[in-house]
């Protein structure tokens, strides 16, 4: 929009912008907040130094890529709104809600995001280097990938959020609540933890669950109590016959860290009819279910067939769907990366299949043929893998913690699994 044109409609366009919408919870976008954005971001902060009381509306704004450097969106809706590559850096976003926002591979480069609401938010591969995230909160956000170097995060809540290979290099997390939240691999060099709050849900960076030994020697608050899903479905098991070996499964602290075919001085956990299903932490990360005694769903197969991305996004968009892909055959495909946190694969066959660096976890792998599969990386941290065979499978730097394996279990090794083998590997041995 040129200049002149702009002068001539600012006057209609602010009337309209200021002009009350039906509802501010709308999820429709405002189309003159839109059309005023466009004149650029000096007229917009302009218009917003001099409105004061201009609250924007671009909820659900396709804003993909868009140049935003310094932007003034304090206090603007932006849920849902699609942000992806989009510079937004040196914003100021302070209070702005931008729950269920898209913002992967966004540049945040010391933005201000104080007090904002991102629950939800996709900010994997996204750049926040610098960035003020003081009392934000962020649950459920995906932050996979993310550079969150020298970022501040204290006092925010990050329960269930996933920080999975993220930089927080000498990013300040102090007072934050971690309940449930998953930093397996993120690099947490120099970052400032003390009065942090976790639970026994909370996969640290070495893939161990977080305990009260961690906490109080990182003079931090241990949380016993599982930390409760905001998720529409709550937390099941991917069948009716893995949920009674909930009672068999140890607390998550107690686990033993990432099994990188490290001896281990583990007891073998025994059938005990007291342990109660309480003993199973809540992750919105480990969530997802539905029947496994049905046929794979035909629409799902073919999607991860074809594009793992496209499966990725999806889920992220739809958390609480039931992964089934019972008996499906994915033979010497490439899954890298997949996610398929809690997918039901059930006597699936993944034979010489690339699986490296994905997400397996509570995954019921029963029966499934596992054969040269590359694993590297993935995580399978309480998979069922009871009757699996793992035989020549790739389990370098692999994450098994809690995994359930019987006699059936067959090993890279070609050995089956046993008691004394299953407390090697940090697996839980559960005969039935």
């Excluded at 450097?69 to 809706?77: C, K, P, S, V």
């Excluded at 960035?131 to 269930?160: G, M, P, V, W, Y």
């Excluded at 660096?357 to 009871?386: K, M, T, V």
Aim: with cysteine.
């Amino acid at each position: 929009m040129n200049s002149k044109a702009l002068r001539f409609l600012l006057p209609v366009l602010l009337n309209a912008a200021l002009t009350p919408t039906l509802s501010s919870t709308a999820s429709a976008f405002n189309t003159a907040h839109i059309e005023l954005l466009k004149a650029g971001v000096t007229s917009w902060n302009k218009m917003r130094a001099a409105h004061q009381e201009f609250i924007p509306d671009l909820s659900g704004a396709e804003l993909k890529g868009k140049n935003l450097n310094g932007i003034d969106l304090h206090n603007a809706n932006l849920s849902g709104a699609i942000l992806s590559m989009s510079n937004l850096s040196n914003a100021n976003l302070q209070k702005a809600s931008l729950d269920s926002a898209r913002m992967n591979g966004a540049m945040l480069i010391r933005a201000n995001l104080e007090h904002a609401e991102l629950q939800g938010a996709d900010l994997e591969n996204a750049v926040l280097d610098g960035a003020r995230l003081h009392q934000a909160t962020l649950r459920q956000a995906i932050l996979k990938k993310a550079d969150c170097t020298n970022a501040d995060f204290s006092e925010s809540d990050l329960k269930e959020s996933n920080f999975r290979e993220a930089s927080l290099v000498n990013a300040n997390l102090s007072g934050a609540d971690l309940r449930a939240a998953y930093f397996w691999r993120a690099n947490l060099s120099r970052a400032k933890v003390s009065g942090v709050k976790v639970s026994e849900s909370t996969v640290l960076e070495s893939g161990k669950y977080a305990s009260r030994i961690w906490a109080e020697s990182h003079q931090s608050l241990f949380d016993e109590k599982p930390v409760p899903s905001i998720s529409a479905n709550p937390v099941s098991s991917v069948s009716t016959e893995q949920e009674s070996l909930q009672g068999v499964l140890p607390r998550q602290s107690d686990a033993l860290p990432l099994t990188q075919q490290v001896m281990g001085n583990a007891v073998p956990i025994k059938d005990t009819p007291g342990l109660q299903k309480s003993l199973t932490p809540r992750n919105i990360w480990q969530q997802s279910g539905g029947p496994a005694n049905v046929t794979y769903d035909r629409q799902q197969y073919e999607q991860l067939k074809s594009n793992v991305f496209d499966w990725n996004n999806m889920r992220k968009r739809d958390r609480d769907i039931s992964v089934n892909l019972k008996g499906a055959s994915f033979d010497h495909k490439n899954l890298s990366y997949a996610d398929l946190s809690h997918a039901i694969l059930l006597d699936a066959s993944l034979k010489g299949t690339d699986l490296g660096d994905s997400d397996l976890r509570f995954a019921d792998l029963r029966g499934c043929n596992l054969r040269e599969a590359n694993l590297q990386h993935a995580d399978l941290g309480g998979a069922d893998l009871r009757g699996a065979n793992l035989w020549r499978a790739n389990l370098s730097r692999t994450r098994l913690t809690g995994a359930v394996v019987s006699s059936l279990t067959v090993l890279e090794s070609g050995k089956k699994a046993t008691p004394e083998l299953a407390a090697r590997y940090g697996l839980v041995f559960a005969e039935k």
